[in-house]
């Protein structure tokens, strides 16, 4: 397997010096395998958990613990036998394929984009945008490839300015730019995130023609009242079905990272936290654990309590109590 043939080719000293090395060595050669020979995967992965397995308890049989296993065992058995090696390097490429691999190739048509860094963020713990990777447009071309904890939202960069959202998942995502559209393919999260950006995206030119047949018969010297009223059911009706896509977004994706994104997103458009009939739509038709996450249930309790505040102020205004719950 090329797995083992790569591995006895690196000498010992660079078990301590030379780390990274592994690990990008093997996210490339679990990546490379698992896109090519996907049934093989499988059956590695299988193979390698019994590897692990039998060589932990080999270990523990003889009383080493973890840093002993790697330090003693495997550092000391020079004149040992392979099995040792074997079980090495079942452990860590077990722990790299735990890891999310992400592969995201992109075609670029537009010729300003040539030569150009693109950069790949994601959210820190601070809520800032952090470099996750980054990559050169060479021929309209690009790739970003390494590991993540764990599924993540991030966006792309050029320069100090984002122009694309992008769920960084366990897939092969392929990203098309022209002139006219930016099109992300592969992922599931990916799929239905950009599904969803395409139909708000037709809602939203829904809008725009609205606004510009006002401005037309506005200058044609209609009444400006009387275009208004005439137009305003219109927009209504799309302003409620943008309102209806984005709370099923929310709460058909409250279990992954789409949902809890998106609401931020949306909680974000309001000068300080309030609870819309929108964001009570979402709060009641969400499960438990969308509500638990810190983010949304910091909000809600702020927005809950500011609620209180404009309800205890208008009926003071009124002269009148608030009402007890």
């Given at each position: 397997?090329?797995?083992?043939?790569?591995?006895?080719?690196?000498?010992?000293?660079?078990?301590?010096?030379?780390?990274?090395?592994?690990?990008?060595?093997?996210?490339?050669?679990?990546?490379?395998?698992?896109?090519?020979?996907?049934?093989?995967?499988?059956?590695?992965?299988?193979?390698?958990?019994?590897?692990?397995?039998?060589?932990?308890?080999?270990?523990?049989?003889?009383?080493?613990?973890?840093?002993?296993?790697?330090?003693?065992?495997?550092?000391?058995?020079?004149?040992?036998?392979?099995?040792?090696?074997?079980?090495?390097?079942?452990?860590?490429?077990?722990?790299?394929?735990?890891?999310?691999?992400?592969?995201?190739?992109?075609?670029?048509?537009?010729?300003?984009?040539?030569?150009?860094?693109?950069?790949?963020?994601?959210?820190?713990?601070?809520?800032?945008?952090?470099?996750?990777?980054?990559?050169?447009?060479?021929?309209?071309?690009?790739?970003?490839?390494?590991?993540?904890?764990?599924?993540?939202?991030?966006?792309?960069?050029?320069?100090?300015?984002?122009?694309?959202?992008?769920?960084?998942?366990?897939?092969?995502?392929?990203?098309?730019?022209?002139?006219?559209?930016?099109?992300?393919?592969?992922?599931?999260?990916?799929?239905?995130?950009?599904?969803?950006?395409?139909?708000?995206?037709?809602?939203?030119?829904?809008?725009?023609?609205?606004?510009?047949?006002?401005?037309?018969?506005?200058?044609?010297?209609?009444?400006?009242?009387?275009?208004?009223?005439?137009?305003?059911?219109?927009?209504n009706k799309v302003y409620a079905a943008m309102e209806e896509l984005e709370t099923k977004f929310i709460y058909n994706n409250c279990n992954n990272i789409l949902g809890s994104t998106y609401f931020m997103f949306l909680c974000n458009q309001y000068p300080y936290p309030i609870m819309t009939e929108q964001i009570k739509?979402?709060?009641?038709?969400?499960?438990a654990s969308f509500r638990n996450i810190p983010y949304v249930r910091e909000y809600i309790k702020a927005a809950q309590e500011n609620m209180r505040l404009i309800e205890q102020g208008s009926a003071d205004n009124a002269g009148k109590r608030p009402r007890k719950r």
């Amino acid at each position: 397997m090329p797995l083992m043939v790569l591995s006895f080719s690196f000498p010992v000293r660079l078990w301590n010096e030379k780390i990274s090395i592994f690990n990008a060595l093997f996210a490339e050669t679990t990546f490379f395998i698992k896109t090519k020979f996907k049934s093989f995967y499988n059956e590695l992965n299988v193979m390698l958990c019994i590897g692990i397995s039998l060589y932990i308890c080999d270990a523990k049989k003889k009383g080493f613990g973890l840093r002993q296993m790697f330090q003693h065992k495997i550092m000391r058995t020079r004149k040992g036998s392979w099995w040792h090696w074997v079980g090495c390097w079942a452990v860590m490429i077990g722990l790299v394929s735990c890891a999310e691999q992400y592969n995201i190739q992109g075609d670029s048509s537009v010729s300003t984009l040539d030569g150009r860094m693109l950069y790949l963020k994601v959210f820190s713990a601070d809520d800032n945008m952090r470099n996750l990777d980054s990559c050169e447009v060479v021929h309209g071309k690009f790739n970003f490839m390494g590991l993540m904890d764990s599924t993540a939202m991030g966006e792309i960069y050029m320069d100090n300015e984002g122009f694309m959202p992008i769920v960084i998942e366990n897939a092969n995502v392929s990203i098309q730019i022209n002139n006219t559209e930016q099109r992300v393919m592969g992922g599931s999260l990916n799929t239905r995130l950009y599904s969803f950006l395409e139909a708000k995206n037709r809602l939203e030119e829904e809008l725009l023609d609205i606004s510009n047949e006002e401005a037309e018969m506005i200058l044609s010297g209609m009444n400006p009242y009387m275009v208004s009223k005439r137009l305003s059911s219109k927009s209504n009706k799309v302003y409620a079905a943008m309102e209806e896509l984005e709370t099923k977004f929310i709460y058909n994706n409250c279990n992954n990272i789409l949902g809890s994104t998106y609401f931020m997103f949306l909680c974000n458009q309001y000068p300080y936290p309030i609870m819309t009939e929108q964001i009570k739509t979402i709060v009641k038709k969400s499960n438990a654990s969308f509500r638990n996450i810190p983010y949304v249930r910091e909000y809600i309790k702020a927005a809950q309590e500011n609620m209180r505040l404009i309800e205890q102020g208008s009926a003071d205004n009124a002269g009148k109590r608030p009402r007890k719950r």
